[in-house]
Every structure is written in C-alpha cells, then in structure tokens.
C-alpha cells in the first residue's frame, strides 16, 4: 500500500488516530518508523500504534513475527539479523517489530543501512515497524533523514510545543 507521508506539523491526535486505523485494518507499509519526541517524555501515541499493529500481527495465521525490545538487556544482534536475512523454515511471511530501537540503531548504524535497502526489496519481513525516539545517533539519523519513498516516517511533535496564543481578556473567550 502506498501511505502518505506524514507532516512533523499535525497534531499527534490527529496523527495517532490516522497511523492507529492503518495499523487496525493490517494496511502497513514496508518500512514504518515511529519517532517518538526527541525527549523521549510522551512516548504513549507511538506505544500504542506498536500496540495495535502487534495485535493484528498476532492474529494473523502463517506469520512469523519478531517483536523484540532493543533496550532489554537480553538484545541480541545475532538474533536480529538471522531473522532479517533469512527466510521463515516454517511460516508463510514474516514480520518484525523493533521497539525502544534507539540505543539499536545508534550501536549499529549498518542496520538502518539494511533496513532502508530491505524496504525497497521484496526480501525480508513485511511489515517492518521500527519504534525509536528522535536521539541524536547515526543510525536514527539515517532512517530519519532518508528521502526513500520505500521508508514511512511518523513524527510525533511534541504534545505541548506550540500552544494556543494566550489572550489575557477573560471577556474575549
């Protein structure tokens, strides 16, 4: 399915409503990346669209899903790259999802680099949503900043950052 880009500008409501329907009717891209706000301080909209996509993933029959948290202390790389770059021995498809994928993609920044180029391939696992906060890395910075039609990003803005004008006139409102 061909998705829109998503606008850093839209309330994340507004963005988390849109994303949360494509995640429930099973309509996701390749490559979806969810970038929470760079303080990493409300993390809920970009939790919950993990959540529902986890959720139809689940209920999907022939589906061999990896959902792996990137801040565990049980992380292995290993692990994740076997599962990228290998088919399934015993399902029909794959699917992956990479939550907290910051400290990931920041330590290995070659895995962006796969990433990018599994989205643009009919290799790989379909869907692959990575969950990441906007952190200053190489690695975030490469999914981030990629013009690749393949890669769909979803920008949470932060909740509070730009308010209604204040007007001081009780009487006005």
Known sequence: MATTRSSSNLD???EYRKWSEIAHKGELPKLLVILAPTTEEEPWFSEQICNIARKYLNSQEGLDLLDIDGNSPDFDI????GFLNSP???ATSQALILSRASKVLNRYPRLSERL???SESNEG????II????SPGAGIKALSGTRKKSVNKVR???LYSDPPPW???PDAS
């Open 125 to 128: 696992p379909n869907p692959i």
């Open 78 to 81: 290993n692990t994740l790259d």
């Open 88 to 90: 399934s021995l015993f």
């Open 12 to 14: 994340p409501v507004v």
């Open 156 to 158: 949470f803005r932060k």
């Open 167 to 169: 007007n001081p006139d």
């Open 131 to 134: 969950h990441c906060g906007g």
């Open 116 to 118: 990018i180029e599994l």
